[in-house]
């Protein structure tokens, strides 16, 4: 069967790793006569076609990515402070990819403190402060939303100036709540895990949080197969430091799915190794979950690994698992080995043995080849 895959190759370091995951993906599901089922449209995103297009995220990529069968993305370059807004929010919002999936599994020769681990962080991708609803301090805007809060306030008054003050609303509903839950159970019914874990603020935010957390166990009711328990968020932090074996699939909203997201990744050896997909109804976008590091932008030196495994998470979603299997399989040996790996995988940084960006996609072909 063939497959459309949609290839947006970022900006920075992306279109280096957007290669050198091409390249893996097509050796994993290569047919025994070496051609490809995956065909392949490659779309721009980024600062880079901002120059040409006047917007980062032109309508032509939007259209690739709703007729693929699925995209695969490089990392994108997000202005801190200024600019334009968040491509990657802006792709979840308009697709509506209501799911965030970010699994964290450790892999032998990858340094960490850690070892065994392997959980999955599913975050809603729609809601709450990342919906975007702000008011810029000093904006008759602002003004007018501070004076209804503090006219509808029974209790807390903002106090404070009018013009100095920005405000960001935080949306939770009953839908998205349940339908985020409901993924993450179903996500661990499909894929044998044993225990969804909810997190929230809820002692704190009772009408935001304290609605997540009273349809996070409603939903729980349904899914007598697997363990449910919930924990508040700053809780779940030390806990993930202290004891993460006791932890399995993690639900948590928009903002403190990002944090803790990145907090599981340090778990095992970082961002590096962390894939990423953000998956709806009726299409999913995989993606490395790191950033766009312009700085090493053509000097074939970082490692492909996390978008390489956004693409094994691919593979499983557009029904290749044999070679998603495989292709992990070759990820794992190569990093076992410590022979084909880019400078931030060796023990010592500095180590000239360290090959780059293309090499080490050479070497993961290699091993799915059965040529090393």
């Not at 070496?34 to 076609?49: H, N, Q, R, Y």
């Not at 990820?331 to 090499?359: C, F, L």
Request: proline letters at 4%.
């Amino acid at each position: 069967m063939t497959h459309n895959v949609c290839l947006v190759r970022g900006d920075g370091i992306g279109p280096e790793i957007a290669e050198a995951a091409r390249r893996c993906l097509d050796a994993a599901v290569a047919t025994t006569e070496g051609a490809s089922p995956l065909k392949w449209t490659i779309a721009e995103a980024g600062v880079d076609v901002m120059e040409t297009a006047g917007t980062p995220l032109p309508n032509a990529t939007i259209e690739a990515i709703k007729q693929a069968d699925a995209c695969i993305k490089a990392p994108i370059t997000t202005p801190v402070g200024k600019g334009f807004r968040s491509v990657n929010v802006h792709l979840r919002q308009s697709l509506h990819l209501y799911a965030c999936l970010r699994p964290c599994k450790s892999y032998p020769g990858v340094r960490s403190r850690y070892k065994d681990i392997d959980l999955v962080v599913v975050r809603e991708n729609t809601e709450d402060l990342y919906a975007g609803i702000e008011f810029q301090h000093g904006t008759e805007e602002a003004g007018k939303v501070i004076d209804a809060i503090n006219a509808l306030s029974t209790g807390n008054k903002i106090a404070t100036s009018r013009k100095n003050t920005g405000i960001s609303i935080k949306p939770i509903s009953v839908e998205g709540t349940e339908r985020i839950v409901r993924f993450a159970f179903e996500y661990a019914r499909a894929n044998g895990r044993k225990k969804v874990t909810s997190v929230h603020k809820a002692n704190i935010m009772k009408f935001t949080d304290g609605l997540w957390l009273e349809v996070s166990r409603e939903v729980a009711k349904g899914y007598n197969d697997v363990e449910f328990e919930d924990r508040i968020v700053d809780n779940m932090c030390m806990q993930l430091v202290q004891k993460p074996e006791l932890y399995d699939v993690i639900v948590l909203p928009n903002l403190y799915g990002d944090i803790l997201s990145d907090l599981c990744a340090g778990l095992i050896g970082g961002l590096g190794v962390a894939p990423g997909a953000n998956i709806g109804d009726d299409g999913a976008i995989f993606e490395a979950t790191h950033g766009s590091a312009p700085k090493y932008a053509g000097l074939n030196k970082v490692n492909p690994l996390a978008l390489i495994l956004s693409g094994m998470l691919m593979l499983r979603y557009i029904h290749e698992g044999s070679a998603a299997d495989r292709l992990e399989q070759a990820v794992a040996a190569v990093i076992a080995e410590s022979r084909y790996v880019t400078y931030d995988m060796k023990p010592n940084r500095d180590d000239p043995t360290a090959v780059g960006t293309r090499e080490m996609a050479d070497g993961i072909i290699r091993k799915l080849q059965g040529k090393d």
